[in-house]
């Protein structure tokens, strides 16, 4: 990854903002919307955008007082960028090319815009207020997880890409309380790109609990799984492999 995506509350925080017209004013409506305090230089803040002509001298005197940086069309400049978000609250999803193409982040934001349902802010809020129940329905955390990941899975309980009703979380809790069936998966690598994943290929990965995999398989694919998944280099998967879905990864010969 060239950057780490992160969420940062600002909501009443002071946010530096230099600059007029269009950039400046487009940057200013996206930090009244999280909340920002905008100040001027004057005043003392960690994050700082920079919407000047010629912004090399004023970026230089904000990272010498250690305020990380945007500037908006120079990304050679920035310490930080601006997404581009699809918002359901709570649900916030941001697309960022890095600085690369704010146009293609933009047409990704509005592919992703069209797939979301309305809804899908309220099926977030009720899962919250949920989470007790849910707990008490699965005590251990390895079979709740996989209770979660199979609702949510493509045409499960609380498909996310779904028009919910209000009371779907309910009626998910209100059904059966077994845990999700133990399953294995092998995938056998055509290749070490990752787009020549299969679809099926890549739903084993996102919601496996333990990937057993050969030493030659390529990080970019083991990138591909859940950052929480257990990860085992082995000759060969073990017999007794875990609760949940295992996935065994070897490259085709």
Do not use: Y
């Not at 002509?53 to 007082?65: F, S």
């Not at 329905?137 to 028009?163: K, S």
């Amino acid at each position: 990854m060239a950057a780490l995506p992160l969420f940062v509350k600002l909501a009443g925080r002071p946010v530096m903002l230099l600059g007029e017209g269009e950039a400046a004013e487009a940057k200013r409506r996206l930090l009244e919307r999280a909340g920002a305090r905008i100040v001027g230089e004057e005043e003392e803040a960690s994050l700082a955008i920079v919407a000047l002509p010629e912004p090399e001298m004023a970026v230089e005197r904000l990272r010498g007082r250690g305020v990380l940086v945007n500037v908006p069309d120079r990304p050679e400049l920035c310490d930080f960028t601006l997404p581009a978000i699809i918002d359901r609250d709570p649900v916030l999803i941001a697309v960022s090319t890095g600085g690369a193409s704010a146009g293609l982040a933009a047409a990704l934001r509005q592919r992703i815009e069209a797939i979301l349902p309305v809804k899908l802010g309220k099926l977030a809020w009720a899962l919250g207020l949920a989470r007790a129940r849910i707990r008490d329905r699965w005590p251990d955390l390895g079979d709740r997880r996989r209770a979660i990941g199979e609702a949510l899975a493509e045409g499960g309980a609380l498909d996310p890409l779904a028009d919910h009703d209000p009371e779907a979380v309910d009626l998910w809790l209100a059904g059966g309380g077994a845990a999700p069936e133990t399953r294995f998966v092998r995938i056998a690598l055509r290749s070490a790109d990752p787009d020549d994943l299969t679809l099926r290929d890549a739903r084993a990965l996102a919601q496996a609990d333990r990937i057993f995999h050969r030493p030659d398989v390529p990080q970019s694919i083991l990138n591909r799984a859940r950052a929480d998944a257990v990860r085992q280099p082995c000759a060969a998967a073990p017999v007794d492999r875990g609760p949940g879905l295992s996935v065994d990864l070897a490259m085709s010969r």
